[in-house]
């Protein structure tokens, strides 16, 4: 079965300090999202993309964030510089077209700021 | 602004039936979807509702009333691996139709 996947799993990071999350999304899939989840609490939306631009973003996604598309597979999320609390788990879920109700979302990458 | 609440826990023994309630208060809609979710792990997608009424998916049920803002899970034959934190979600409806979480609920099966 198809699945999203997601590296690296955990990321440790100095405040201030660049990082990139990284993903692959289904393969015929064409609508990609980001998502938090901080620890304990409930998954926000953070950015989607459609048609290799941003379609809609949150509040949270300020101009320390970003997202690409580099090439055919790869999605990410780039935190340029970042703070204590961006810490949380960062999913990323791609959906079809037909089944836009039905996001899969890949194992997360836990991102710890120190 | 947009809310969805659920209760925080529910505790059920094995085998038992359990409803997790979800009401929403949302500026667009589109379908009300339930995920499962292990320790922290992937959401994973359980059941879809588009219109009012009810959808059974093996021993998952979902429901929905629009008119009413409301939606349930019912979980039957209650297994240990089903301890899990269960979110409600709504599809916004826009153009790529993101998803805003509700709350979640923590169930505890106990044998």
């Known amino acids: 079965e198809p699945e999203v996947t997601q590296t690296p799993s955990h990321q440790v990071t100095q405040m201030g300090q660049e990082v990139i999350l990284r993903c692959v999304p289904i393969?015929?899939?064409?609508?990609f999202y980001w998502y938090r989840q901080i620890l304990g609490q409930k998954v926000e939306f953070l950015v989607s993309?459609?048609?290799?631009?941003?379609?809609?973003k949150s509040e949270i996604f300020d101009d320390q964030f970003s997202v690409e598309r580099p090439d055919g597979s790869n999605f990410t999320l780039k935190i340029r510089s970042t703070k204590l609390e961006d810490s949380a788990m960062y999913f990323c879920?791609?959906?079809?077209?037909?089944?836009?109700?039905?996001?899969?979302f890949g194992p997360g990458t836990r991102l710890t700021v120190t | 602004g947009q809310s969805l609440e659920q209760p925080s826990e529910v505790t059920a023994v094995e085998g038992a039936i359990v409803q997790i309630n979800c009401t929403y208060q949302?500026?667009?809609?589109?379908?009300l979807s339930w995920y499962q979710q292990h320790d922290g792990g992937a959401p994973t997608f359980l059941s879809y509702?588009?219109?009012?009424g009810l959808e059974e998916t093996g021993r998952f049920s979902s429901f929905l009333s629009r008119s009413d803002s409301y939606g349930y899970l019912l979980l039957q034959e209650l297994q240990m691996k089903d301890s899990a934190s269960y979110f409600c979600?709504?599809?916004?409806?826009?153009?790529?139709?993101?998803?805003?979480f509700g709350t979640g609920t923590l169930l505890a099966v106990q044998p």
């Open positions: 879920a791609s959906s079809d077209a037909d089944r836009f109700h039905e996001q899969y």
């Open positions: 993309f459609y048609n290799n631009e941003i379609s809609e």
């Open positions: 949302t500026s667009g809609f589109y379908g």
């Open positions: 509702n588009a219109l009012d």
């Open positions: 979600a709504v599809g916004d409806g826009g153009a790529t139709n993101k998803l805003i």
């Open positions: 393969s015929n899939h064409l609508y």
